[in-house]
Nanobody, 120 residues
Framework: QVQLVESGGGLVQPGGSLRLSCAAS????????MGWYRQAPGKERELVAG???????NYVDSVKGRFTISRDNAKNTVSLQMNSLKPEDTAVYYC??????????????WGQGTQVTVSS
């Protein structure tokens, strides 16, 4: 079992930056693949970024070059640095933990979500 708690969401103007963090507890963090999903109103949930236990990363095309996922196994945390934010990035962002098979992820554990709103 893994418990996940997100923080760092909020309101930011277009072009601004936010850093989301996720603290994990309850199991061997370093063995899990981690990811960030988001869900906007009326839209399906999508995987924004994933990072394997070995540190390989994957991003959805719409955030490549703007978002960076990273993990700190010593602190049991995973972060999502979001730069050059756009209104279309507005969503609830969820931290997830699971397993990776190459660039495919299967996530079993979810945080409660944190709201990110990009608006002027």
């Amino acid at each position: 079992q893994v418990q996940l708690v997100e923080s760092g969401g909020g309101l930011v103007q277009p072009g601004g930056s936010l850093r989301l963090s996720c603290a994990a507890s309850g199991s061997i963090f370093s063995t899990y693949a981690m990811g960030w999903y988001r869900q906007a109103p009326g839209k399906e949930r999508e995987l924004v970024a994933g990072i394997t236990s070995g540190g390989s990363t994957n991003y959805v095309d719409s955030v490549k070059g703007r978002f960076t996922i990273s993990r700190d196994n010593a602190k049991n945390t995973v972060s999502l640095q979001m730069n050059s934010l756009k209104p279309e990035d507005t969503a609830v962002y969820y931290c997830t933990a699971g397993t990776s098979y190459g660039s495919t992820y299967v996530f079993d554990f979810w945080g409660q979500g944190t709201q990110v709103t990009v608006s002027s």
